[in-house]
């Protein structure tokens, strides 16, 4: 399968037991259909290391190939491609570290246990063709490593003054963010499965400490049923998705706060980000469902100008009453607040495309980029609004779905419109409906990015934020299925997943084709 993969994207196909053995030198004791795995071994003393387990059915005739140059005991030294290796047998393995290891690769081979991963995860990886697992002490161990490599990063550019800032604040909303992933999450598990047919799939499972209960069910048909409520626009991406009430939710929010507030310079206090918390929380309420499309821009108009959302809510009228209401405490909690990315201007109810509902105008703050921003003005105003205004505009549909748009009440009735004629709407594409069949059937949440949307949308921004001489020249994408995205959270563990279909593959070795040769011109 992944040679065929490698095909239909134009690339070569690595085979890494072909290369596992070139590297060794050595052909006979190898299994050639067996594993090969790296495992990075945690010690008390020290950073840790990395151990190399290759299948093999005969560990001494293996060994005899490679020459060993010395022994102890278990352990013995080759020299492989002029640089020096212990090996051992463990098991149906032959385990390989270097010199330096030699006290922990013997630790290795005398252990009695495995690596500990819940049943879920080894549920999870079961049929991958390709694995990998972070433990709650390799989960602690990365983010320790990953937040000091961060730190290093943050003392170089606070040489540079006033211009470093936006950077700095870049890592350290990163390294928030490990800090948070080594207190909440207990086990990580990312595969690789490609099937028979050469659709690719790449997953990933968190697991949590603290896990606390979602009610909300569904499935990935069902999440993408809701996208026949929106227009079939030359769409970006589009997601849609089941919704309930949650404790998760504070968690989620509390966290993008912080991140927010180390990365714009927030000065929201602690109890402003409760009290934000608090408003954000009520506009959820009683919110079932939803659906979300990003489409390709009009000629000329804002990068919103067709962006619309579906809310499916217990009461559309009190959706809309909640949501203005929240829209003016945040107002007011960050009225004086530069640090924030956007500020809210005005929030009003008012009768739009002839259904009771509001309108809500927000300012993106130049503030918030850092030193600089203003020259950022111009650009701002061609691709949000003049003086980077943006309006949102909401209006009830039925006694349960609200509908949101950007820009002007015109893209709201033409949102509306979808709404009332599903049969014509976002999910009879036929490209969503290939990608939909390989996505998870339990996901809640789904989303689907066009290849050809993304890339007729970075042709759009350059013409308006560039002058023509100085606009790059895209080329178009060929026809092909979208990539799909999906979220699954049962209460104990959060499963992300993207599908990546073989008709796109094939189309992305077309479009890397066309790219290189256009570059040889």
């Given at each position: 399968?992944?040679?065929?993969?490698?095909?239909?994207?134009?690339?070569?196909?690595?085979?890494?037991?072909?290369?596992?053995?070139?590297?060794?030198?050595?052909?006979?004791g190898?299994?050639?259909?067996?594993?090969?795995?790296?495992?990075?071994?945690?010690?008390?003393?020290?950073?840790?290391?990395?151990v190399?387990?290759?299948?093999?059915?005969?560990?001494?005739?293996?060994?005899?190939?490679?020459?060993?140059?010395?022994?102890?005991?278990?352990?013995?030294?080759?020299?492989?491609?002029?640089?020096?290796?212990?090996?051992?047998?463990?098991?149906?393995?032959?385990?390989?570290?270097?010199?330096?290891?030699?006290?922990?690769?013997?630790?290795?081979?005398?252990?009695?246990?495995?690596?500990?991963v819940?049943?879920g995860?080894?549920?999870?990886?079961?049929?991958?063709?390709?694995?990998?697992?972070?433990?709650?002490?390799?989960?602690?161990?990365?983010?320790?490593?990953?937040?000091?490599?961060?730190?290093?990063?943050?003392?170089?550019?606070?040489?540079?003054?006033?211009?470093?800032?936006?950077?700095?604040?870049?890592?350290?909303?990163?390294?928030?963010?490990?800090?948070?992933?080594?207190?909440?999450?207990?086990?990580?598990a990312?595969?690789?499965?490609?099937?028979?047919?050469?659709?690719?799939?790449?997953?990933?499972?968190?697991?949590?400490?603290?896990?606390?209960?979602y009610?909300?069910?569904?499935?990935?048909?069902?999440?993408?049923?809701?996208?026949?409520?929106?227009?079939?626009?030359?769409?970006?991406a589009?997601?849609?998705?089941?919704?309930?009430?949650?404790?998760?939710?504070?968690?989620?929010?509390?966290?993008?706060?912080?991140?927010?507030r180390t990365?714009?310079?927030?000065?929201?206090?602690?109890?402003?980000?409760?009290?934000?918390?608090?408003?954000?929380?009520?506009s959820?309420?009683?919110?079932?469902?939803?659906?979300?499309?990003?489409?390709?821009?009009?000629?000329?108009?804002?990068?919103?100008?067709?962006?619309?959302?579906?809310?499916?809510?217990?009461?559309?009228?009190?959706?809309?009453?909640?949501y203005?209401?929240?829209?003016?405490?945040?107002?007011?909690l960050?009225?004086?607040?530069?640090?924030?990315?956007?500020?809210?201007v005005?929030?009003?109810?008012?009768?739009?495309?002839?259904?009771?509902?509001?309108?809500?105008?927000?300012?993106?703050?130049?503030?918030?980029?850092?030193a600089?921003?203003?020259?950022?003005?111009?650009?701002?105003?061609?691709?949000?609004?003049?003086?980077?205004?943006?309006?949102?505009?909401?209006?009830?549909?039925?006694?349960?779905?609200?509908?949101?748009?950007y820009?002007?009440?015109?893209?709201?009735?033409?949102?509306?419109?979808?709404?009332?004629?599903?049969?014509?709407?976002l999910?009879?594409?036929?490209?969503?409906?290939?990608?939909?069949?390989?996505?998870?059937?339990?996901?809640?949440l789904?989303?689907?990015?066009?290849?050809?949307?993304?890339?007729?949308?970075?042709?759009?921004?350059?013409?308006?934020?560039?002058?023509?001489?100085q606009?790059?020249?895209?080329?178009?994408?060929?026809?092909?299925?979208p990539?799909?995205?999906?979220?699954?959270?049962?209460?104990?563990a959060?499963?992300?997943?993207?599908?990546?279909?073989?008709?796109?593959?094939t189309?992305?070795?077309?479009?890397?084709?066309?790219?290189q040769?256009?570059a040889?011109?």
């Open positions: 399968e992944v040679n065929q993969t490698a095909q239909r994207m134009q690339l070569p196909a690595p085979n890494l037991l072909e290369m596992a053995k070139t590297r060794l030198g050595a052909v006979k190898v299994v050639e259909t067996g594993d090969l795995a790296l495992v990075l071994m945690g010690r008390e003393a020290g950073g840790p290391f990395p190399v387990f290759v299948r093999t059915d005969n560990y001494d005739e293996l060994l005899g190939q490679l020459k060993p140059e010395n022994q102890d005991g278990p352990v013995s030294q080759v020299t492989v491609a002029n640089e020096s290796f212990l090996i051992a047998k463990k098991g149906g393995y032959a385990v390989l570290t270097s010199p330096a290891n030699r006290d922990g690769l013997k630790q290795v081979v005398e252990s009695a246990t495995s690596v500990k819940n049943d995860t080894r549920e999870f990886t079961q049929h991958a063709d390709v694995y990998a697992v972070a433990t709650n002490a390799g989960v602690k161990m990365l983010s320790q490593l990953a937040i000091v490599g961060l730190q290093t990063v943050k003392q170089q550019f606070t040489q540079m003054g006033p211009q470093g800032q936006p950077a700095i604040a870049a890592f350290g909303m990163y390294e928030d963010l490990f800090k948070w992933a080594a207190q909440e999450v207990n086990q990580v990312i595969t690789v499965q490609i099937d028979d047919s050469g659709n690719v799939a790449l997953a990933k499972r968190v697991d949590f400490h603290n896990p606390v209960e009610a909300a069910t569904g499935s990935a048909a069902s999440a993408t049923k809701r996208l026949a409520q929106l227009p079939k626009w030359p769409y970006v589009a997601a849609a998705g089941e919704l309930g009430d949650s404790a998760a939710f504070d968690k989620w929010m509390q966290m993008s706060l912080d991140m927010m990365m714009y310079g927030s000065k929201l206090t602690d109890e402003q980000i409760a009290k934000l918390i608090e408003v954000s929380r009520q959820m309420k009683g919110v079932r469902g939803m659906s979300f499309a990003f489409g390709v821009p009009k000629d000329g108009g804002s990068i919103y100008s067709r962006m619309g959302i579906i809310m499916e809510t217990d009461n559309a009228a009190a959706y809309i009453d909640r203005l209401d929240v829209m003016k405490q945040m107002q007011q960050v009225a004086d607040n530069a640090g924030m990315p956007y500020q809210v005005t929030a009003e109810k008012v009768e739009v495309a002839g259904a009771p509902g509001m309108k809500v105008v927000m300012q993106i703050s130049l503030a918030a980029i850092g600089g921003g203003e020259q950022f003005k111009e650009m701002f105003d061609k691709m949000y609004g003049k003086d980077g205004k943006i309006a949102v505009y909401a209006a009830v549909i039925d006694a349960n779905h609200v509908a949101i748009a820009v002007s009440e015109e893209n709201l009735r033409e949102v509306m419109q979808a709404a009332k004629a599903p049969a014509t709407g999910a009879t594409d036929e490209g969503i409906q290939t990608t939909a069949k390989l996505l998870p059937q339990k996901a809640q789904v989303g689907y990015v066009s290849p050809e949307g993304i890339m007729s949308f970075a042709q759009r921004t350059m013409q308006a934020i560039l002058p023509p001489a606009q790059p020249q895209i080329p178009a994408f060929p026809s092909s299925p990539l799909g995205f999906s979220i699954q959270y049962d209460g104990e959060l499963e992300a997943g993207m599908v990546a279909p073989a008709e796109f593959l189309a992305l070795g077309k479009y890397i084709a066309a790219v040769q256009g040889g011109r």
